[in-house]
């Protein structure tokens, strides 16, 4: 998608601070930090929320938390940190991409 800001970040249109990337996931530093560690976990392939998923979708979230729990470890959270998907305005979305935010 094209006019998707997580989609141009992913392909490097827009730069950011990449904390790690693979074939399915780029991770970048949150713009608009809430804690001292906290960094955004996007799906390459376009997924407008989590209403979006369906069974086909399981490898990926668990992919996904995996990453999370690994990333904060390295990131020197193993004492704590917070995994949130906004989903939907209502629900705080603010960019209309599927992201895990991880903070500590």
């Known amino acids: 998608m ?3 800001i ?3 970040i992913c392909q490097g249109k827009i730069p950011s601070k990449k904390v790690y990337e693979d074939e399915v996931f780029f991770v970048f ?4 930090p809430i804690a001292p560690t906290h960094f955004l976990i996007v799906p390459k392939h376009h997924v407008a929320s989590m ?8 490898t990926l979230l668990g992919r996904m938390l995996l990453l999370a729990k690994t990333l904060a470890v390295k990131n020197g959270l193993e004492e704590g940190f917070k ?3 906004n989903t939907g305005k209502k629900g705080g ?3 209309d991409h ?3 935010h991880v903070a500590g």
């Open 6 to 8: 997580f989609c141009q």
């Open 98 to 100: 599927l992201h895990c």
């Open 51 to 58: 209403m979006e998923l369906n069974d086909n979708d399981i």
């Open 29 to 32: 530093n949150d713009i608009h």
């Open 93 to 95: 979305q603010e960019v």
């Open 83 to 85: 995994v949130i998907i």
């Open 2 to 4: 094209s006019e998707c």
